[in-house]
């Protein structure tokens, strides 16, 4: 099983500050998937990246793909209240296409 | 609303009892993957299924647990003779077609939290 460690796995801060979260393995990936997560509700896809050191910008939220494929990053900009949520990285595990998930990073937004 | 739709939203049962989780998936969609999410734990899968064949259940606990997916109806998944151990929130997810790690699309319920007394 290749493993997804998500770090850190608890972030604080204010409305405004940007911040990064990272998902890393020491696996090859051929694609790497983020969710959110709202207390209550489903994972919701965010995005796929698939090739090494692609970048992909959702509004204020940039993934990002490590050349290696072993590794992914997502940094918000200006961060809202409304992002507060837990954030997962997946990717498909051995030599099966089912997404295997991290443990996630929970992310508070103050206002 | 044509999303994955899972029923109940909560289950509470008593140890030794039965529950039985369903799952309706997004119209057009004939697979379906059950997970199981603890806080300390994530998101771990437990079954995939088309319609009338399990497909993977390597992350399905061997005794107590069964899942499938008829040709007419919702997906269930049940466990039977609860144990407090089962108590968590059971996500359901669809997608329209064979997996392909490059495209794939996961649309999940809102879940089921089963409670167990």
């Known amino acids: 099983t290749q493993l997804l460690e998500q770090s850190p796995q608890f972030l604080s801060i204010q409305e405004g500050e940007n911040l990064t979260v990272y998902c890393n393995s020491s696996?090859?990936?051929?694609?790497l998937q983020w969710y959110r997560q709202e207390p209550g509700e489903g994972p919701v896809l965010l995005v796929t990246v698939v090739t090494g050191g692609e970048v992909k910008k959702l509004k204020r939220l940039t993934f990002q793909f490590g050349d290696a494929r072993k590794d992914s990053s997502l940094h918000i900009t200006a961060a809202q209240p409304g992002d507060t949520g837990l954030y997962l990285c997946?990717?498909?595990?051995?030599?099966?296409?089912?997404?295997?998930f991290g443990r996630g990073t929970s992310l508070i937004v103050h206002p | 609303n044509a999303g994955v739709m899972q029923n109940p939203r909560h289950l509470v049962r008593r140890r030794g009892q039965e529950a039985r989780l369903r799952c309706s998936p997004m119209k057009g969609h004939s697979h379906v993957y059950w997970y199981r999410q603890l806080p300390e734990e994530g998101l771990k899968f437990m079954v995939y299924?088309?319609?009338?064949?399990?497909?993977?259940e390597s992350g399905m606990p061997k005794e107590r647990f069964s899942a499938e997916f008829p040709k007419e109806g919702p997906s269930i998944l049940r466990i039977q003779q609860v144990v407090r151990g089962d108590s968590a929130a059971y996500f359901c997810?669809?997608?329209?077609?064979?997996?392909?790690?490059?495209?794939?699309?996961?649309?999940f319920g809102s879940g089921t939290q089963l409670s167990v007394l």
């Open positions: 997810a669809s997608s329209p077609s064979h997996p392909d790690p490059r495209n794939e699309k996961l649309f």
């Open positions: 997946a990717g498909p595990s051995g030599g099966s296409y089912i997404p295997t």
């Open positions: 299924l088309q319609k009338e064949n399990i497909i993977d």
């Open positions: 696996s090859v990936f051929s694609s």
